[in-house]
């Protein structure tokens, strides 16, 4: 135990002495890590306010089942009813034919400040149904819809489903999307990470030789570059995540009110802490991953002397 | 101690550097390694301490074959041995304390050890003075000094030199000759690798020689 707690403390010396040796390319690779953990983090954002867009207009969401003329008293008990049973039904308000028409009137001429006269009244009257807040709300709405369309007496049903399905594959789409570029981008740090740390090795050559000559493990040589990649993650990683913290709080204070005033309720959201700490994680790792690959290149060209 | 069997190593596929070598050296034992160029006095040793593979035969060193180490237990070979070059490979970013130090480092000892076996490796090789400075301030024999004192730090069974005096004048050379001695009184084994037939003669030791990668005489 005390070896290898010794052996890390020569490491971080070396790793010290590595990153002193070569301070510019250490730096430009830590830019380059923050460049692509930006872009990330960029897209990150777009993708959580979109969620959170997503959610808000969840909340807004409510089905309206228009009536039939003809419907008789029976067929509305029978709606009612339907209404009453379904657990997850918070409210229901049924609007009449004259109150649609005056709703609607009003906010025509609240618009164009014409008053609308058509001599008769051409809106069917409905039930508006909210739905309690809950993980599947939009299949229960979808799912009551469909049940309730069949049902004699309902002219027919409006929820927005194809602007929400719509919306949903393009969340999907964005999930790819962020996975692609993820994985894009995690390839190409690698590689420059990769290409870091070997010119790292190259400029310690003769130490490293020397060491093996003078009985170090294999371990021991390649601990400081392996600390040296993840100090470049880290470092690329952190740097990045500061510089999107200062912009977002800027962003947020100049232009949270015309957010507001577009999705009312909505909030301009940064990265959340999980996923801010799998960002920093994940670089740490690439850096380890790359720092790895080009130890391991060296050894086996050492080995095969 | 170290026991070569027909050994035979290649480059390529020209004449065989290392040709049926079978050579024997005794634990304590001094002994020259000489020939001309190209005789394969720096394979051999190459072989000895790992470096080069061989194609056939065995190698003991300290009971340990050679041909059986791989890269992750090749420092258990290496660290019974103390490797000593011509161009005595210093660390020139590192001071003479540092790289002496550095020898005992890459073992893992405890930094008050590091430092004690330090100040006295130096102090055997006359180099305390020295200590803060770095090789490129010192002479060649300084520096092949700093080398030795680097070799012998974590007191190895057995001492490898490949022309330790090739780049030195004469009465530096004796100098050397004369702190590798003390190192085989006080118990160590030494292969001396030289073509230099001055050498040879001041040290009243065993001497192999080589010629075209066979032995000649031993």
């Known amino acids: ?305 | 101690m170290i026991q070569l069997f027909n050994v035979i190593k290649k480059y390529g596929s020209g004449n065989p550097a290392l040709d049926d070598i079978s050579l024997k050296i005794e634990r304590g034992e001094f002994v020259f390694l000489t020939g001309p160029s190209g005789a394969g006095k720096t394979t051999i040793l190459k072989v000895l301490f790992g470096w080069e593979d061989f194609e056939e035969g065995q190698v003991l060193v300290q009971g340990i074959n050679v041909g059986k180490l791989n890269a992750d237990n090749m420092h258990t070979l290496r660290r019974s041995i103390g490797v000593i070059f011509q161009d005595y490979k210093l660390l020139t970013n590192k001071t003479v304390f540092e790289n002496v130090a550095f020898a005992q480092e890459v073992t893992n000892r405890d930094r008050k050890t590091i430092k004690f076996k330090t100040w006295e490796a130096l102090k055997n090789v006359g180099l305390t003075p020295k200590k803060d400075s770095f090789p490129p301030q010192l002479s060649g024999g300084e520096q092949q000094r700093v080398a030795i004192a680097r070799a012998m730090v974590n007191a190895p069974p057995i001492i490898l030199a490949d022309e330790p005096t090739g780049n030195l004048d004469q009465e530096i050379s004796l100098e050397i000759l004369k702190l590798f001695e003390e190192l085989n009184r006080n118990g160590a084994t030494i292969v001396f690798a030289t073509h230099n037939q001055d050498i040879l003669k001041l040290g009243n030791h065993r001497v192999i020689t080589l010629n075209r990668g066979k032995v000649v005489s031993s």
Request: glycine share 6%; aromatic share 12%.
């Open chain 1, 1 to 305: 135990m005390n070896s290898a707690i010794h052996a890390l403390l020569i490491g971080f010396r070396a790793t010290i002495a590595n990153v002193r040796a070569n301070v510019q390319t250490f730096f430009i690779s830590v830019v380059t890590i923050a460049i692509s953990i930006g872009i990330l983090g960029l897209f990150l954002i777009i993708f959580f306010n979109l969620n959170g867009f997503f959610a808000s207009w969840n909340q807004q969401v409510q089905l309206i089942a228009y009536l039939k003329d003809d419907i008789s008293l029976s067929q509305k008990n029978n709606l009612e009813e339907l209404f009453k049973t379904n657990a997850r039904v918070q409210s229901t308000e049924e609007v009449s034919k004259d109150r649609a028409w005056q709703e609607f009137r009003l906010s025509q001429a609240e618009r164009s400040g014409l008053e609308l006269d058509l001599g008769f009244n051409p809106l069917p009257a409905s039930y508006r149904i909210r739905f309690k807040m809950s993980d599947n709300r939009l299949l229960h709405i979808s799912e009551f819809a469909e049940k309730i369309q069949k049902l004699p007496g309902v002219e027919s049903v409006e929820y927005g489903k194809n602007w929400i399905s719509r919306f949903e594959k393009f969340m999907v789409f964005c999930r790819v999307f962020l996975m692609a570029t993820g994985a894009l981008l995690s390839f190409g740090l690698i590689l420059i990470i990769s290409n870091t740390i070997r010119l790292s090795i190259y400029s310690r050559q003769d130490e490293i030789e020397l060491m093996l000559l003078i009985g170090a493990t294999p371990h021991f040589v390649k601990i400081p570059f392996l600390l040296e990649g993840m100090l470049q993650g880290l470092c690329g990683s952190l740097l990045s995540l500061g510089l999107m913290g200062v912009i977002y709080y800027y962003l947020k204070s100049e232009f949270q009110a015309s957010i507001e005033s577009i999705a009312r309720g909505m909030d301009f959201q940064f990265i959340s802490e999980p996923f801010l700490l799998i960002l920093v994680g994940a670089s740490v790792l690439i850096g380890l991953v790359a720092s790895y690959i080009s130890t391991y290149q060296y050894m086996q060209v050492l080995n095969k002397r």
